[in-house]
Nanobody, 125 residues
């Protein structure tokens, strides 16, 4: 069965850093990429990044470019989201998800096959 679990959220000051983890199982690298998404109350869920395990590259949405880095530790079945220079507008619930490798670059929540439970990130000013 497919399982995805995001963790590592919490409270951080603006300008600080935080690393989120996505532990996954049941999603073969030949089929699925691991993506990060975020959502604030009253707004649409939006992509942050997607790591293709076929191409071994990361596709970043605009808010992540230059500040966030997505990496993979295959031995631990974990994908990380390193967030630097955090801003109050980064405050959201962050979700990791599995989606087809070929759809990774689309950076769309509508391409997601499986969602994990989110972790709250709060950036104070």
């Amino acid at each position: 069965d497919v399982q995805l679990q995001a963790s590592g959220g919490g409270l951080v000051q603006a300008g600080g850093s935080m690393r989120l983890s996505c532990a996954y199982s049941g999603v073969a690298s030949s089929d699925y990429a691991i993506g990060w998404f975020r959502q604030v109350p009253g707004k649409d869920r939006m992509a942050v990044s997607c790591f293709s395990r076929k191409d071994l590259r990361t596709y970043n949405a605009d808010p992540a470019k230059g500040r966030f880095t997505t990496t993979s530790d295959n031995a631990k079945n974990t994908v990380y989201l390193q967030m630097n220079n955090l801003k109050p507008e980064d405050t959201a619930i962050y979700y990791c998800a599995a989606l087809p490798n070929a759809w990774c670059e689309m950076l769309s929540p509508y391409g997601v096959s499986y969602w994990g439970k989110g972790t709250q990130v709060t950036v104070s000013s």
